[in-house]
């Protein structure tokens, strides 16, 4: 099949489809008009630079810190409902102010899973018919993990992640490693990461619908930028509501990628992907 590029005008509407479908919202938490209840933000232990740390806060109902990400949130003053890790970059009087609030302090030492993926188990049991079994002391090893296969259903779960992108390109890539890994073993689970510039988050492999209410929502540009990044091999791409839409586009690293790109969707666009992809979009937004 051939292979083209469409230049789009820079608003068009695009409907969700009629058919059956993925359907990703990473841009509610800018909404203020969004339930927060759905949403849990993930605190790393990295630069909050150029992040409106209380906007994220504000608009999620569970608030976790990934070990070392304590710190960062205690500098910043706010309180939160858990901490999880090995503890080894907690410093002492965060930790003990943390406890002294009331805020739930789990300690895992399992080296064979990051900081970050235990974080993810702890909002995965929150949102569970097991989420009690958080009050109570885990076996410090593995503990989370032996909660997690007892879960009999899992629900739909959104996760907000403040930092992790801008730091190290090792430490980043590992992230996106982990998005992909995450999203083989648990596909009911939508990571965001939210950095001072960009969302970034995993399109399914499939037709997914991403919508939102406007790009102004999370954006103060006409066209906000974005890219659709094939790490983990090559896809074969179609898309409807980027300012350059492909059809029957092969996209492989070393072969066309289909960077600075931007959206022009009203209220959603559509990606067409033969297999998982990376998605990253712009955010530029006054801080309230």
């Not at 630069?47 to 304590?70: F, K, N, P, V, Y």
């Not at 999880?84 to 009331?102: F, K, M, W």
């Not at 998005?179 to 969302?199: A, I, M, P, T």
Request: charged share 20%; glycine share 6%.
């Amino acid at each position: 099949m051939t292979s083209r590029v469409i230049e789009r005008p820079n608003d068009l509407d695009v409907e969700a489809p009629e058919f059956p479908h993925h359907e990703l919202r990473p841009f509610d938490v800018f909404d203020s008009s969004n339930d927060p209840s759905s949403l849990s933000l993930l605190i790393l232990n990295t630069s909050m630079e150029g992040i409106d740390i209380r906007q994220l806060w504000s608009r999620s109902h569970l608030h976790i810190c990934a070990d070392g990400g304590a710190n960062r949130l205690f500098d910043s003053l706010m309180m939160k409902n858990a901490l999880i890790g090995d503890l080894d970059s907690l410093r002492p009087d965060v930790r003990t102010y943390y406890q002294q609030v009331g805020s739930v302090v789990i300690e895992q030492q399992s080296q064979y899973s990051s900081d970050f993926t235990k974080a993810v188990k702890v909002a995965m049991i929150h949102h569970s018919d097991l989420c009690e079994k958080l009050n109570v002391p885990i076996e410090v090893v593995d503990g989370l993990s032996a909660v997690l296969s007892q879960v009999s259903t899992l629900h739909p779960c959104s996760i907000l992640v403040a930092g992790g992108m801008d730091g190290r390109f090792d430490q980043t890539f590992q992230l996106i490693n982990q998005l992909y890994s995450l999203h083989c073993e648990y596909s009911h689970l939508h990571l965001f990461f939210v950095s001072g510039s960009d969302v970034v988050f995993l399109v399914p492999k499939g037709i997914t619908y991403v919508r939102y209410r406007h790009r102004n929502g999370f954006s103060e540009d006409a066209v906000p930028k974005c890219g659709l990044l094939p790490f983990r091999g090559l896809v074969t791409l179609n898309t409807k509501g980027l300012l350059y839409d492909v059809e029957n586009w092969i996209s492989y690293v070393g072969g066309n990628v289909l960077s600075s790109n931007g959206i022009v969707g009203t209220s959603g666009f559509i990606v067409d992907s033969t297999e998982d992809i990376i998605m990253n979009v712009e955010i530029s937004l006054a801080r309230e």
